[in-house]
């Protein structure tokens, strides 16, 4: 062609990307460009490994006259040379194939040798085959090892048990230590880390500890370490000793419940632990657990300067005191012993004689540990195309008409602090002995009726609920008051059998008042199935009686009740502070009248008083055998 009509055609990819979308807004998502690995990828997948090798004859004799006319013509395909290199490789490998199966089989072969041009060398086969070879002679060298090394071994055990010495190599005890506990080597010295910073702790302590090589002394007395180890451990002199934090539930100077965190060795399991545990773990452990008091404190210190409550927290040194209810105060200390010989010197001078909270210690120790846990794992927010885009106006980002305020959101995004969920479980602590406290008064007190209270296992350190029955053996099944208590943080719920919802105060006194009044209305409810039972006429009956003197506290019910013939009356009154009081009033004749002259008895009623009857000279000794009696006497 001529020069001026030469046209430069480009081998190469263009530079530009295909579109793959096009946004709203009018950009454009384009698709990655291929790399080289990847076009030539695309390449061999259009390699046709399927079509007929074999052609048919004409096509054969077409191809040997054209290629005796033309010398040298063009692959068309740019893979051709690949693509004959592998129909030849499925060839071989099916021919070998089928001597592989003839030879399996066990069939009678004759293999003759056939002249034929030199095979390839494969490069492929000779490095498996020499890999192979190496494998195999790692195998042996491993297993010479491992035969040395166990021989190593049992001569130093051999050697230990003969000298009765219990040291360990040094390395092994760093072995071990590194199994356990994070080190890091710092220029020439093996530093570690105590602190919880990889379980979500803030708390800005280094924690730091050093590990060094004991000095081997031949004088028991002068070893580095107690056991004889080959390994010691240097910690900062704030984590050394052991500390505690005692919290105690104070009301009018005495001690109600006491609980205490101390920084002593962890109570756990020791995978592949030996026996006796390595003395720098005690260490280790306690110097931990010091750490752990001390974040713990701060956390709580910090929650008493910024808690607001009524009466403000008071914080003095390593002292913080809050009040949970008017006269009882929740007091938190921290105190560091250096020695064992100052601990025990305040064991026996501080003996804690006041019952130990538990659910209160698992508190003291679980809330840290939920903190950290909880800074440790955020949530994804959700959605999470909630954020601004980068360019974006942020007046996309503006809630709409039916957003919530910020005044709606701040609550949910408020998290109680250690000190407040403490002082919830103290409160209701409190409670809960204040409600055993007054049920056990009143059972000391009342022999009749007989009042049961089953505590429910099932509950929470800030609720807990109480089933209370009140009955009479006598009766069984026929007269029996149910009510269940709940006990919160800031007071008792009382739930009675007929749903009602009674709220009570923190006050003790007010529970019992209420216990007083369903025992009365129990007294009720017996007499007046044994009346009916007797066959006698209710006439009234009221928990709230309007009549007669006033009750000091609660109120008074009262029953009366009417014979089967209508000649006598039987009136009981009870409350809580009086008791128990029974009024008779019997048939009474007119003065000057004949009884003839009556034309119905009825009439004989009119007029009588009713008389009080002495209660407790009635024969029998409870409730139910004294009414039972008197209303079979006064029956006819």
């Not at 071989?92 to 004759?110: A, F, G, I, P, Q």
């Not at 195999?136 to 009765?164: F, P, W, Y």
């Not at 003996?351 to 540990?369: N, T, V």
């Not at 216990?515 to 928990?543: D, E, M, P, T, Y």
């Amino acid at each position: 062609m001529a020069s001026g009509l030469a046209v430069n055609i480009a081998i190469e990819s263009l530079l530009e990307s295909e579109v793959e979308e096009i946004s709203r807004d009018g950009q454009e998502k384009y698709v990655p460009q291929l790399s080289m690995s990847e076009k030539l990828a695309k390449l061999a997948h259009k390699i046709d490994f399927l079509s007929d090798v074999k052609g048919h004859k004409e096509d054969v004799e077409k191809e040997d006259d054209e290629k005796s006319l033309v010398t040298f013509q063009p692959s068309l395909w740019p893979w051709d040379s690949v693509r004959e290199n592998l129909r030849k490789s499925l060839t071989e490998v099916c021919v070998l194939s089928d001597v592989l199966n003839v030879v399996r089989d066990k069939k009678y072969l004759v293999l003759d040798p056939v002249s034929q041009n030199q095979a390839t060398p494969k490069p492929t086969l000779s490095l498996i085959t020499k890999k192979k070879g190496l494998c195999n002679a790692a195998d042996i060298l491993l297993r010479g090892a491992q035969r040395m090394e166990d021989a190593v071994k049992e001569r130093a055990d051999h050697t230990s048990r003969h000298l009765g010495s219990n040291a360990k190599d040094f390395h092994s005890e760093l072995m071990m230590l590194r199994k356990r506990w994070r080190l890091k080597r710092t220029g020439t010295s093996i530093m570690g880390d105590l602190t919880y910073r990889s379980a979500g702790s803030q708390f800005r302590n280094p924690g730091l500890f050093e590990v060094n090589k004991a000095t081997i002394a031949e004088d028991k007395t002068e070893q580095s370490t107690p056991d004889n180890r080959a390994l010691e451990v240097t910690v900062g002199s704030d984590l050394e000793g052991t500390a505690e934090i005692r919290v105690a539930i104070v009301e009018s100077g005495k001690d109600l419940q006491i609980a205490s965190v101390r920084g002593s060795l962890m109570s756990g399991c020791y995978d592949n632990m030996p026996t006796v545990i390595p003395s720098w773990q005690q260490k280790l452990e306690s110097a931990q657990s010091n750490l752990f008091c001390k974040e713990l404190f701060m956390q709580l210190s910090q929650g008493a300067y910024n808690t607001k409550e009524n009466r403000p927290h008071f914080v003095m040194a390593n002292e913080i005191r809050a009040e949970i209810f008017p006269g009882t105060d929740l007091c938190i200390t921290y105190s560091c012993r250096k020695n064992s010989s100052e601990e025990n010197s305040s064991k026996v001078a501080h003996k804690d004689k006041a019952p130990r909270a538990y659910s209160l210690e698992y508190s003291l120790h679980s809330l840290l540990r939920k903190q950290h846990l909880k800074a440790q794992s955020l949530q994804t927010p959700r959605p999470v195309t909630a954020y601004p885009m980068q360019g974006g106006s942020k007046r996309l980002c503006l809630a709409g008409a039916s957003a919530l305020t910020t005044s709606e959101v701040a609550p949910n995004l408020q998290s109680e602090s250690l000190l407040e969920t403490v002082l919830k479980v103290s409160r209701h602590k409190v409670l809960q002995k204040r409600a055993v406290e007054v049920i056990d008064d009143l059972k000391s007190r009342l022999n009749d009726p007989c009042i049961t209270c089953h505590w429910s296992t099932v509950g929470s350190d800030t609720n807990t609920s109480a089933t209370v029955h009140i009955t009479s053996p006598e009766v069984g099944h026929l007269a029996r008051s149910s009510f269940q208590l709940r006990v919160g943080v800031r007071g008792i719920r009382v739930v009675s059998a007929d749903g009602v919802n009674v709220d009570l105060p923190t006050h003790p006194q007010d529970l019992e008042d209420f216990i007083l009044s369903q025992v009365c209305n129990h007294r009720l409810l017996v007499a007046k199935s044994l009346a009916q039972s007797l066959g006698w006429h209710v006439i009234h009956c009221s928990r709230h009686v309007g009549t007669g003197a006033k009750e000091r506290q609660g109120h008074v019910g009262g029953l009366m009740v009417k014979s089967p013939n209508g000649n006598k009356a039987v009136a009981v009154r009870t409350g809580p502070a009086s008791g128990v009081s029974v009024l008779v009033r019997r048939p009474q004749l007119p003065n000057g009248v004949a009884p003839e002259l009556l034309g119905d008895m009825n009439w004989g009623c009119l007029g009588g008083d009713f008389m009080e009857v002495h209660w407790s000279k009635m024969p029998g000794r409870t409730f139910v055998q004294k009414i039972f009696l008197l209303l079979a006497i006064e029956m006819y």
